[in-house]
């Protein structure tokens, strides 16, 4: 049981240019997210997904493009990355989005966007 | 959302128990308190959460003042591997959104 796995650990990009992150999880868990976290910010939700096929949008949106294809997998674009994309993103995973349900992270990827 | 406050930092020795305190005075009935810890640059680590009751799970136990405005999270035996930061979360809703506000949390260094 792995977890909620995310690739790549590190990214370099230039402005402009597109990459996906990718966040995976083993637990046949209903709700997965993707929160940034950034110096003095504490973490911040960007999407959401209550389901496959569904997502919504967290308090970040801008930017970044998410789709639930299937109940494992939970990834994240960026259309045309910029600057103030450098930040270190984390996906989570848990049950459902009850009150009683723990969110479970990855190690997180570090972008840097030059 | 209710807000949490914490202590910046603390200090205690390896081997004896490292108790967490946390404020979170404005907690409505049904909001969950949930303890994370972040090590070095890792993704947050969901500890222990719990609504009203004490609980206890094999990493830390919860304790959850009779009035809920606030609680200590407690590690029994402190180890090295335990210095981190800590995070006191109130679990709320806003609409459809899981909304997870960290704040800075609390650095725990545990010493030799």
């Known amino acids: 049981n792995a977890g909620v796995t995310q690739t790549p650990k590190f990214q370099v990009l230039k402005t402009g240019q597109s990459m996906t992150l990718q966040c995976a999880q083993d637990?046949?868990?209903?709700?997965m997210s993707w929160y940034r976290q950034d110096p003095g910010m504490g973490l911040r939700l960007i999407h959401y997904?209550?389901?496959?096929?569904?997502?919504d949008q967290g308090e970040v949106p801008n930017g970044y493009n998410v789709s639930r294809s299937t109940t494992e997998d939970f990834p994240l674009r960026l259309l045309s990355a910029a600057p103030s994309q450098t930040s270190v993103y984390f996906c989570?995973?848990?049950?459902?989005?009850?009150?009683?349900?723990?969110?479970?992270f990855g190690n997180g990827t570090r972008l840097t966007v030059t | 959302d209710a807000k949490t406050t914490q202590p910046p930092s603390m200090d205690c020795a390896e081997g004896r128990a490292a108790n967490l305190p946390c404020n979170h005075s404005?907690?409505?009935?049904?909001?969950?308190v949930y303890w994370y810890r972040q090590i070095h640059s890792q993704g947050p680590q969901y500890i222990i959460h719990?609504?009203?009751n004490n609980e206890t799970n094999e990493m830390a136990s919860l304790i959850i003042t009779e009035d809920r405005k606030s609680s200590t999270l407690i590690l029994p035996h402190a180890t090295l591997r335990d210095t981190a930061v800590y995070y006191c979360?109130?679990?709320?809703?806003?609409?459809?959104?899981?909304?997870?506000?960290f704040g800075k949390g609390i650095t725990l260094s545990v010493r030799p």
């Open positions: 637990m046949n868990h209903e709700y």
């Open positions: 404005t907690i409505s009935g049904n909001e969950y």
């Open positions: 997904s209550v389901g496959a096929g569904i997502t």
């Open positions: 719990g609504l009203k």
């Open positions: 989570a995973s848990s049950r459902d989005r009850g009150w009683n349900s723990p969110l479970h």
């Open positions: 979360i109130v679990r709320a809703y806003t609409g459809a959104n899981s909304k997870l506000t």
